[in-house]
């Protein structure tokens, strides 16, 4: 699938609002992808079509995660937000002829993350979490550390997820808290220097 037939087939199943996120999406995995060494098309494929089942309805993705054995069931003990990852990864396989695995991951993993990330896992799901529309408590600080560490910038997305969803008392899926602390044995030392170099609350 190129990528004018993807941004068609996102364009007529998401509402216009979504779109536009995924747009920036793009922009933002492209970006990414140029500053640290990713690939281009494989970036800009997955931040594509990384939403398209963002609003399939909650018990046709149920159905797919329980029908599907290399999904884990223990997804459906989380919130639904979480689950148009892997079935929308499942669906760009399965109904779009996407068989890249490292396309499919990127899609698989955007939302939750999971221990030992590809570098195109990390630009999307980090592209997912910077691009332009988004505004929220600590993501400009996100943003200025992707600037010159893509490993540190996805630690502190993932640490501000898991700060957010402890506060809001919700439970945090595994992969998120194994991508933390894969992510966090390399980059802690970094973002306290920067944090410390400019005086930033992180």
Not at 95 to 121: F, N, Q, S
């Amino acid at each position: 699938m190129d990528k004018a037939e993807a941004l068609e087939k996102v364009k007529n199943i998401l509402p216009e609002r979504r779109f536009q996120h995924t747009l920036g999406v793009v922009q933002a995995a492209l970006e990414l992808a140029d500053r640290f060494g990713a690939d281009r098309d494989k970036a800009e494929l997955a931040a594509i079509l990384h939403d398209i089942a963002k609003y399939f309805p909650e018990e046709e993705m149920a159905e797919t995660i329980r029908s599907h054995a290399e999904l884990d069931d223990e997804l459906l003990n989380y919130h639904p937000s979480l689950w148009h990852a892997p079935v929308g990864a499942l669906y760009v396989r399965d109904r779009l002829g996407v068989d890249d695995p490292e396309v499919l991951d990127a899609i698989r993993y955007h939302t939750t993350g999971r221990r030992g990330m590809t570098l195109l896992d990390k630009v999307v799901f980090l592209a997912d979490y910077i691009e332009p529309g988004r505004d929220f408590p600590g993501v400009q600080e996100v943003r200025d550390i992707a600037r010159t560490d893509l490993d540190a910038a996805c630690a502190q997305a993932l640490a501000n997820t898991i700060r957010f969803l402890i506060e809001q008392y919700h439970d945090v899926y595994p992969d998120t808290l194994l991508a933390y602390n894969d992510l966090i044995k390399t980059t802690g030392r970094r973002l306290k220097d920067w944090k410390q170099r400019t005086g930033k609350s992180l």
